[in-house]
Nanobody
Framework: QVQLVESGGGLVQPGGSLRLSCAAS????????IGWFRQAPGKEREGISC???????WYADSVKGRFTISRDNGENTVYLQMDSLNSDDTAVYYC???????????????????????WGQGTQVTVSS
């Protein structure tokens, strides 16, 4: 059974850091492209970062320089290190997996209308003083 489980969300003060984890089971992570998305209240879901199965990465402008995606294929887990958080980062964060090396184009919105196969349940991140 394919499953993605996010963890690591919580309440953090502005300027703080969190590290989100996306643990995969039921498939081998190194064959998959993993994307991180977020959805804030009243806003559409947006792709913010991606780690392709070929090792390339992508970041949305809104998080570039503050967030870092990494993967530990041995642990079958992808991480999103989030630094210098601000209130605009408050959202539910989701990871998603697709067995397609070009899937970062879906995460970034370059390719539209493509449904990514596997999603986690989401983890809440709240940035507030």
């Amino acid at each position: 059974q394919v499953q993605l489980v996010e963890s690591g969300g919580g309440l953090v003060q502005p300027g703080g850091s969190l590290r989100l984890s996306c643990a995969a089971s039921g498939f081998t992570l190194d064959d998959y492209t993993i994307g991180w998305f977020r959805q804030a209240p009243g806003k559409e879901r947006e792709g913010i970062s991606c780690s392709s199965s070929d090792g390339s990465t992508w970041y949305a402008d809104s998080v570039k320089g503050r967030f870092t995606i990494s993967r530990d294929n041995g642990e079958n887990t992808v991480y999103l290190q989030m630094d210098s958080l601000n209130s605009d980062d408050t959202a539910v964060y989701y990871c998603a997996a697709e067995n397609w090396v070009e899937a970062c184009a879906v995460v970034s919105g370059v390719i539209k209308g493509y449904e990514i196969d596997y999603w986690g349940q989401g983890t809440q991140v709240t940035v507030s003083s």
